[in-house]
Nanobody, 124 residues
């Protein structure tokens, strides 16, 4: 699966932003799509994931209740709706694909295909 992330930009604290991850290639197979983020000087961390077929969702505690991951099969796109943004949400955001057989969808090393990052900056 090939992935292309978009939608980043500058937003004020408390605001919202929607990221998109466009998929191409073997979208008829079973896989997870995850969103990860990496701030300067920090490790890449899990944000959210969704099962492409079944739609089961997973969230990091730090974004639960503020972020929503969803998918649109017709558009081959996964979205990350981010509300109530905080300065600590500032990071490069990446989408990635993992085979549907993977068990630990919160771990970056479960994902083999990655898109380029899209930068989100939240100003205070």
């Amino acid at each position: 699966v090939q992935l292309q992330a978009s939608g980043g930009g500058l937003v004020q604290a408390g605001g919202s932003r929607r990221l998109s991850c466009a998929l191409s290639g073997r979208t008829d197979s079973s896989f997870f799509i995850g969103w990860f983020r990496q701030a300067p000087g920090s490790e890449r961390e899990f944000v959210a994931a969704i099962g492409w077929r079944g739609g089961t969702t997973y969230y990091a505690d730090s974004v639960k209740g503020r972020f929503t991951i969803s998918r649109d099969h017709a558009k081959n796109t996964v979205y990350l709706q981010m509300n109530s943004l905080k300065p600590e949400d500032t990071a490069d955001y990446y989408c990635a694909a993992a085979p549907g057989t993977r068990r630990y969808v919160r771990r970056p090393d479960e994902y083999g295909d990655w898109g380029q990052g899209t930068q989100v900056t939240v100003s205070s």
